[in-house]
């Protein structure tokens, strides 16, 4: 004998109950459970477009050599905020409210935006700025007017993350890119001229200097190359008053641009061992102290 097949209408049944509940009523509008899930499900779904899209960009990048990492990044992340609007859209459609509630809405943010959130949606449109501009974008290394210097790592909505040469991230508001001063030292070739200066003895051969800065610049493997026009150079730039002050004249590659303080180390260095090679010697400050024996007062008969 067969027994009948048990009806899901009681598992069903509850499970509509309760998807049409009411969370929230008033005004002709109506939030249920259904709805408020429904809205969820489509900004998650917006949000793991986004990051699939992102994934696949970074991916394509990757493969293929020819392609500027940069604007693959300015894509990936037009696409993020284009994602996150459309699903912010959708969910609310979903949830039933009512656009001329909207108005209200604007008109209080237009209130918040006067008073706190003004910062945040100044960093906002200058994040938008910087993603639209040419002149900064992720991997160049920077130089704030605030001492700030490093690699930019990702420019976000409200922030920029940059990563000094001690592994330090530091989070930099976007308004102080777009209204402050920024020396970007890799926006064009990555090359950059440094001057490394030093000083030598009044007695030593000026020639002999020259040959062993030369010499140091060829020792350092950040110097760029040892011809052309930015072949490294000597300058006698003044006449202190103890010694002969020279300066060496070099380009780094793009190794070396980012990592300034290493540079002058290795320069300063070579510099050393050169002039002690050639027997130059590096003098210090001299003063000459003398001393005068006071004359005593003779007493007027």
Same mark, same amino acid.
């Given at each position: ?12 049944? +509850? ?16 939030? %249920?459970?259904?709805?408020?899930? #429904?809205?969820?499900?489509? @900004? ?7 990051? $699939? !899209? ?6 394509? &990048?990757?493969? =293929? ?12 992340? !037009? ?9 912010? *859209? !959708?969910? !609310? ?9 909207? %108005? ?58 940059? %990563? %000094? ?7 930099? +508001? ?7 001063? #920024? ?7 990555? @090359? ?9 003895? =009044? ?20 110097? $760029? ?22 300066? $060496? #004249? ?9 990592? +300034? ?9 070579? *510099?050393?061992? &050169? ?18 024996? +006071? ?7």
């Amino acid at each position: 004998m067969d027994l009948p097949l048990a009806s899901p209408a009681w598992l069903v049944l +509850p499970m509509a109950q309760w998807l049409d509940s009411s969370l929230l009523r008033g005004g002709g509008f109506n939030l %249920t459970v259904g709805s408020l899930a #429904v809205a969820v499900l489509l @900004f998650v779904l917006c949000v793991l477009l986004s990051v $699939l !899209l992102r994934r696949l960009l970074r991916r394509y &990048a990757r493969r =293929y050599e020819s392609v500027n990492p940069s604007s693959v990044y300015v894509v990936g992340r !037009l696409l993020h905020y284009l994602l996150l609007l459309i699903g912010t *859209l !959708l969910a !609310l459609n979903a949830t039933g409210i009512p656009m001329a509630r909207f %108005t209200v809405f604007a008109g209080a943010l237009g209130v918040g935006l006067g008073f706190g959130l003004q910062a945040i949606f100044n960093n906002f449109v200058c994040g938008v700025v910087l993603l639209f501009d040419r002149s900064l974008k992720v991997g160049d290394f920077v130089d704030l007017a605030s001492g700030v210097h490093g690699r930019v790592r990702d420019i976000g909505i409200r922030a920029t993350r940059i %990563t %000094t040469n001690d592994d330090i991230d530091i989070v930099v +508001p976007n308004s102080e890119f777009v209204n402050g001063r #920024v020396v970007n030292w890799t926006v064009r070739e990555g @090359f950059r001229r440094l001057k490394v200066p030093f000083h030598v003895a =009044y007695a030593s051969d000026k020639e002999a200097v020259k040959q062993a800065a030369l010499e140091a610049s060829r020792a350092v493997d950040f110097t $760029l190359t040892q011809e052309g026009d930015k072949a490294p150079q000597v300058r006698l730039v003044a006449f202190g008053e103890w010694a002969m002050e020279f300066e $060496l #004249v070099v380009w780094l590659n793009a190794d070396a641009t980012r990592r +300034p303080g290493a540079a002058i180390a290795a320069y300063n260095w070579a *510099l050393h061992d &050169a002039l002690l090679a050639r027997g130059i010697r590096i003098p210090l400050p001299q003063r000459d102290v003398r001393l005068f024996q +006071p004359v005593s007062d003779t007493a007027v008969p």
